[in-house]
């Protein structure tokens, strides 16, 4: 389970999270919503610490920590943290003079430490997992958008992180190439990965999130299932906001 309790984060003294307050149960999809800027992917990379919260507390499964405005944290307790996690951009982020399948192992080789025979197994299961082996040894620019960005799945799912998270996964992709990420995305969903995502696209929500929080100017408006955010939204602003998308 991920916990975030009262998690708040300013950036120069303009708060983009506001008193955050959410849990993931194991094995469930979380949808993030809201306009740009509301603070989805300040959410996501407080999770996995690229930003530090001011204050407030996150709970990965065994692991916690708490925030406090001079506290500083040290990078043992960042690591610990966002080992945790994968994460997955909308740019891909592959690196690019590397093959699909060292794109996978070197992170698992220099950071984790496996050794390379290990590494590569764990690599080349998880590019046939996202249909990708045929591609193995093919640089980022000769692959499709939704190629790369199965590569860019497979790789974050390598060091078996806890909790996927995807910022916009299928934003940067033509319809037709978000079909093939969204499948993939889908059987990662009903394998049981837990993922939280932050998506413009509603269907992709409805489609896998078993919850869907709804944020704007960096505070949770509501949260509930897919149905009940779509179909018979609490709040008047978060039935605007899905009105204004469909
Ligand atoms: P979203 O992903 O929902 O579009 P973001 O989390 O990217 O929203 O941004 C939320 C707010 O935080 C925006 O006003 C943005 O300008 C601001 N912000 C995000 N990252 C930084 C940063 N590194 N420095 C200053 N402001 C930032
Ligand atoms: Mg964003």
């Known amino acids: 389970m991920i916990t975030l309790s009262s998690i708040n984060k300013s950036f120069d003294g303009n708060r983009v999270l506001r008193d955050i307050h959410l849990t993931i149960e194991e094995g469930t999809v979380t949808a993030l919503i809201g306009p740009s800027g509301s603070g989805k992917s300040t959410l996501l ?14 709970t990965i499964g065994i692991e916690q920590i708490k925030f406090a405005p001079n506290a500083r944290i040290k990078g043992h307790d960042i690591r610990r943290i966002s080992r945790q996690t994968g994460m997955v951009f909308q740019n891909f982020a592959l690196f690019p003079h590397m093959t699909a399948l060292d794109n996978i192992t070197e992170g698992l080789v220099t950071v984790h430490k496996w050794d390379r025979a290990h590494a590569r197994k764990r690599g080349e299961a998880l590019l046939e997992k996202v249909g990708m082996l045929h591609k193995r040894n093919a ?108």
């Open 139 to 246: 640089l980022p620019n000769t692959l499709s958008g939704g190629q790369q960005q199965r590569v860019a799945i497979a790789r974050a799912l390598a060091p078996s992180p806890a909790v996927l998270l995807c910022d916009e996964p299928t934003s940067a992709l033509d319809p037709e190439l978000s079909g093939e990420v969204v499948a993939v995305l889908r059987q990662l969903a009903q394998e049981g990965t837990t993922m939280i995502m932050a998506t413009h696209d509603l269907r992709l929500a409805a489609n896998i999130a078993s919850q869907v929080v709804f944020l704007e100017a960096g505070e949770i408006v509501e949260a509930g299932s897919a149905k009940s955010l779509f179909t018979d939204a609490k709040k008047p602003r978060t039935a605007e906001f899905i009105a204004s998308l469909s």
């Open 45 to 58: 990379r407080c999770i996995n610490l690229l930003e530090i919260p001011q204050s407030g507390e996150l």
